[in-house]
């Protein structure tokens, strides 16, 4: 009983904490959800802005799944994004006319962006750091190029428009609102997947391979397997992604898949803290929202965004949000065993 | 019964050859030492025995089964595991996750497991968890658990590494200089806890050490190697008394000079 006396005061600051956090991020949900339905006089417009945010959660989420748990940095995130786009745009529009349902198109996308994950991964797998960046960045370059140079199949530099819009249970989605509800669903699927997997086997096996390589193999860990897995996934979700913006604007060219979008995707990973979800989202909306929020600024709304990011990195360079580790072991020994972990005898 | 055998093990690196044709036998449940100057292979042999190089030539048997030039990860699910001379823990991850890893090869949870919780998740989950925290206790980091590894004292992070070794369930730990940078009391502590795993857990042990101390004090056989050459072999005490090995120490001048001491 002694040693309860003196917890009770940090446990219930940390629940208090806990309370004040789950507040904060219910209140920030209901937010974004209301925020389509109230009437103002710019509401289409942040309706864009927030919408091409949470796009860029998701995207930011896929390429965390490589970058902030494996640890491989892809510089050419933008190809997968690509590829889903234009699997959509090539399966539901007049180029080839072909006109197949967004819902089906969308597994279509993701699994076909995955495939190429997995392809770009195998001749990357013995490549780190720096190396492995290069390649990946040149791979982006290819498939922008291809879709400019292959113009029977992407129409080049003359993109591709008229594209269907998705169907929903017979409501054509065609309003910026009806997208933004649509990236929101999306996004809560995708953190809920990278969660689970954040948090179990396959997630301590992708990070012990970004914290030591080879220690991770001599631990049994097949790091072909699990990298490849990481590049599989990280593309699917990137696929995913294009295919929503794709129907979204309903027309895609390839200026609109240039290395930009691989930049920001990484930044914005490492400005909100590597590995970490909540990270990704706050990382997210202020790369993407932040130049929007700056308009009042006109001129001198790049310069100061500019700063802004440099005075993060120096003032906070673990991120926004840094990944925080899991309390594993009171966990566990909780139902066992409370209390096992009592502060040395002296304080009794 | 031989639980590990070399036989007629190379590696070489360009024109440095670093392990030459060297033959060593491992007995199940022994203590074994390999013991040399700086730079006579002895941590080469440890990454041949555990997959991270490939001899150019001889044999690694474990249980009579060959496994040189098999890639590390299918190694250990065999029963070998290793800790490293200079540590080398998952420094960002908490100390029971550094065990959790450990424990990767037992685990079978895949994508579909995991992203749908099954029951296999959970019980896998609660299993190893339960598991890991009873080798936290073993090693004696019991409520350090949540601290990330690189936070933890030199010490602790040494026996962390032993405990992730542990967590594979092999047959066989490799320790390479496992009271490194320890002060006594700490390398006494070790040295029990060496003894403890045999003992209690039945695991056969080869280590790389310097601390003649730690040698002498809990090894039954002890290999010699100098420029990648096994010089020496037997019991702590003929080893000792091995003239070859005094040279390798100490150089021939010194190896005849006590030699002459000895008969006087």
Redesign the interface.
Known sequence: MSDSASSPRPAFRQRLGGNLRWALIAVACAAVLVMPAIDFAQRAYWVRVIGYAGLYIILGLGLNVVVGFAGLLDLGYVAFYAIGAYTYALLAGSQFNIHLSFWLILPIAGLVASLAGVLLGMPVLRMRGDYLAIVTLGFGEIIRLLATNLTGLTNGSQGLYDLDKPLLFGLELKTGTHYYYMIFGLLLIVLFLTYRLDRSRIGRAWIAIREDEDVAQMMGVNTTFYKLLAFGIGALIGGLGGSVFAAWQGSIFPDNFNLFVSINVVCLIIIGGMGSLPGVIIGSFALIALPDILRGFRDYRLLLYGLLLVIMMIVRPEGFIPSRRVQLELRAQAPAEPQTDAPPAEQA | MTLLAAKGVTKSFGGLVAVSKLDLAVEERSITSIIGPNGAGKTTFFNCV?G?FKPEEGEILLQGRPIQGM???RI??LGI??T?QNI?L????????NI???Q??R?H???PD??L?TPR?FR???E???E??RL?RYVGL??H??L?ARNLPYGDQRRLEIG?AL??HPSLLLLDEPTAGMNPRETAETMALIQRLRGEMGITILLIEHDMRVVMGISERVTVLDHGVKISEGTPEEVQRDRRVIEAYLGRGAASGLAAAAEA
């Open positions: 555990t991270y890639s590390p990860d250990t699910p595991s290793r490293y080398r998952f420094a960002n991850m908490t100390a029971i996750e959790l890893v450990g990767h090869t685990l949870a895949n994508v995991v992203l919780h998740f896998e989950e609660t190893s968890k339960a890991a925290n936290l019991e409520g658990g949540d990330l992730r967590a594979s």
